[in-house]
Structure formats: structure tokens, C-alpha cells
């Protein structure tokens, strides 16, 4: 709970007194119990950083103790101060942040889950392919449950973009019997944004990044010679080696270079995942001549191959969020409601292929218009299981639990003011500093400090050597252990 006050009413004078209560998170995986004054509106949780209404706080009391109201009081103040504020990476819904999600996506793209053991098994394994086919996918749709819908880093996109976006979104609203039924969600900003927005339309988390990218590098690998031919007049052969490599899921820029996908690459992830992708802008955009919008086919495929049970996948939406045309969300359909649709003047902007196309790979209705997404989600006990499955691959392949590496990045990265810092170098971090012993964690607040020990403490002529001698007064002897408390270290 981050405290807004902690004035005593009483004290001004006549006011009703002071009262502490305490409740649990809503949040089904969280349930951390919360104290906050009962004159707050909302309570931010300390644990997985959602905000919630009093109102939908579970469990509420009034702490009658005081000395139980003091020392909560005290801790809450502890944790707000020393905890570092939770980010939209970090915010944790049903148990899981973006930034988790994205540290267990590369086990996703070589691992699967087996169906009666509930275990991870190596794709391999479990048939003909080493790496996940994202196509598996092209039927799927995330639909963000209303519940969720304000929640920072998950639901709404607060970056900007509903603002930017709003004249588009008016049109759709409309055509949708003035309902919101297509809204803009987070989609992180770190190089990936285009596969992190594929993916949380696909299936509501940030798990499948790295298999989108891997599935794009090999698809134009697999599929060069074709591309050439058809892009022959708009992008040169020699162009195509840098287009593939900045596929790869750890591509790192030349200094100076660009670092996201451009939109070449989302026709090739229309074409990995079997289904159309819907591009969006503001409606000044969707009416120009520029590249700012679109329609992204599936066209290297045959339009028998884009449909599952004999029906033709539904398109999957994402969008610009700023004029500066630099970062993609997704735009998602709401749980409850009527899958969105898009009037065809919205989508009759091919990109790379005639326009003429639209119609072979997507449905339009009589009223000329197509639905988005779809209604086949993939369920959140589900995501659950899959999500635990890869956490005992990554502690056996790392020997650290992935929650680990999260705090580190949280505590230790983030504190330090550093953003976007691959997550491989987060955990051959967090494992170099579990070999030494140099990670502590507070008993109090939970949060986590690293403890650099430099050897040359430690030899004659060092600091906390110099120390020992002093205290002793004599020389240290080789069995004994010698304490320095002030410095942290025992």
C-alpha cells in the first residue's frame, strides 16, 4: 500500500478519528494483505503493483490493535520508500509481469508442455520440429477482461496512444453500435515492440517474442528467393541479408543503427503466423498515400493454408501509438463483448501485394465489414501451467529461479536508473552473484541488494583486514571468524 497520508483527523479538532484498516489484493495470485487509511479511494499493492478501488479490496477490517496499526504503518512507510516503484514491465496480473514473460520466451520457442505430465519436454521431443510454429497460433485471440481493463503495463495503453488514436477509434466505436469493443494495450518499448504487440494479441502475454522472431528469420531464409522476386522493384538483393538478420531474436544494432522491425517484417510475421495483420493510425494516416497503415497478407501462402477447421483465420490488429511512428501496440477485443469489426474501407490498403488480394484471405460480412481476432483464447489456467513448466527448465538450465532474475532486474537494474538491458546479461548477472554470495534480501520489505566483496578486503593490508587487527588488537588467528556489522558483511 503506497500511503497517501498519515494525519490524524482527530488531531485537527472534532473530525471523526484516524482509522486503519487492512484487506487482501484482489488479484487472485497476489492475495497480499494490505493496510491502508480508510479514507483512500484506491490502494496501490506493494506486491504486484496493481492499484484497486477500496471497494474491491477482499477481507477489509478495521485494525483495532495499535500497536499492529504503528508498526504498519511504519513498514508500509519502509516499503514505499525503499521498494522501487513498479514500472509497466513490472506490474504483475494473475502472477505475471512482461518482464517475466519475456525472460521465459526463448524456452518457449525450443520446449513444449506435455499434456498428461503437465512437464516441459523438448520440442524435439514431442515431434518432427525443434522450434515452436507460431502458425499453431493463427486461429487465437486474446480478449482483455473489463476487470483488467485499467491496469497499467496490461490493460489500456496510457502512453499516449488513445489520444492519438482516437479519431480511428470514434469510427470503429461506431461501427460497433457505439460500444468499445477494440482497445489499445500495453506492448513493451524494447527494440521488440512489434512481436511484443503480436503476441499479447495473440495470447494476452509478452510469452512468444522470441519464437515470432526466430519463426521470421527462418521463414525468410527458408523463402529468400521468392521475396527477392516479389520485392525486386522496391528493396535490392544485398538489402535482403540486413532485413534477415535484424530478424534474429538478439540482434544488436550498429551504433547509430535501427534497432525495431520495419514493415517488411510484419508482412513476413503475416505470413509465419498465417493470418492477416491490420496496421493502424490516426485516421489522417489510414487516409494517406504512406506506408503509416495497411493491410499485411499472408500472401506467400496458398489461402487454403490461412484457415483452421475451414474457416479463414481472423486478422489481428496493431497499431502506431504516437505521430512519431517509432513504437506498435496491439489492439485487443474485450471479454463479454462482440468481437470488434472494422469497416472495409479501413482495410482496403494492401501492402506489398494488389488490393484485389483482400478479399481471398479475408471475411467481410454484408454490412462490408470484418471481424478482429476472434473468440478462441487461450485461458489464463492454461497460460499458468505453461508458464510453470518453463520456470523448472530455466532453474534447471540456470540453477536460479526465474523470479530471481526478475528481482534482480527490478531491484538492482532499475534502481540504478537502467532500462532496456537484455535479459541475458540480467541473468548471467543474477547467477554470478548467487555463485558468490552476493545477493541479501531484507526480511522486512522483501527487496533485494547485491554486496560487491573485493578479495583485496580480505588480505593483509586490506580494510576489513586492517579492521580485524584493530579490534583484536593481536594477531587474527585462521579458525576464527571475525565480524564487521557496520559494513553489512558477517
Known sequence: MEMTSST?????????????????????????????????????????????LQAVMKNIQ???????????????????????KKGAENIRVLGLSNYYCKLLSPLLTEYG????????????????????????LGDRAFLLDPEHMEVRGYGRDISGSQQYLQNTLDVICKVNGDEETLVPVYASGDGHCLVHALSRALVGR?????ALRTNLKSHFQQNIDKYQELFKDFISNAEWKDIITESDPFFCPPEGGQLGLRTVHIFGLANVMHRPI?????????????????????????????????????????????????????????????????????????????????????????????????????????????????????????????KLVADVHDYIYRNAGMASVPTQEVVQRTCSAVKEERLFRCLMCNSLTEFMLVPDWFQRGGALYNMAVKQQQSKLTSNKKYSFPTQGNL
Request: glycine fraction near 8%.
Open 8 to 52: 490524524d483527523s482527530s488531531s485537527s479538532g472534532g473530525g471523526s478519528p484516524y482509522k486503519l484498516l487492512k484487506g487482501q489484493c484482489p488479484d487472485d495470485k497476489c492475495q497480499t494483505v494490505l493496510f491502508f487509511p480508510s479514507y483512500d479511494v484506491t490502494v496501490e499493492c506493494t506486491e504486484c503493483g496493481q492499484r484497486h
Open 62 to 84: 478495521e485494525v483495532t490493535n495499535p500497536y499492529i496499526a504503528l508498526r504498519n504503518i511504519v513498514r508500509n512507510a519502509l516499503v514505499v520508500g525503499m521498494k522501487p
Open 113 to 136: 508442455m506435455d499434456k498428461t505430465t503437465r512437464k516441459a519436454l523438448p520440442l524435439s521431443a514431442m515431434g518432427p520440429a525443434n522450434v515452436f510454429d507460431c502458425s499453431v
Open 206 to 210: 509478452e510469452l512468444f517474442w522470441h
Open 278 to 402: 491490420i496496421l493502424l493510425d490516426n485516421l489522417e494516416g489510414v487516409q494517406s498515400f504512406g506506408e503509416h497503415s495497411g493491410v499485411f497478407l499472408p500472401g506467400m501462402l496458398d489461402p487454403e493454408k490461412c484457415k483452421t477447421r475451414g474457416v479463414l483465420n481472423k486478422p489481428i490488429c496493431i497499431a502506431w501509438s504516437s505521430s512519431g511512428r517509432n513504437h506498435f501496440i496491439s489492439l485487443v477485443g474485450v471479454k463479454g463483448r462482440r468481437l470488434p469489426r472494422l469497416p472495409s474501407w479501413l482495410v482496403s490498403k494492401c501492402w506489398g501485394l494488389p488490393s484485389s488480394l483482400i478479399g481471398q484471405y479475408i471475411e467481410f460480412d454484408e454490412d462490408h465489414c470484418c471481424s478482429i481476432g476472434g473468440s478462441r483464447s487461450i485461458s489464463e489456467e492454461y497460460i499458468e501451467k505453461l508458464v510453470h513448466a518453463m520456470e523448472e527448465v530455466f532453474h534447471d538450465k540456470y540453477q536460479v529461479h526465474p
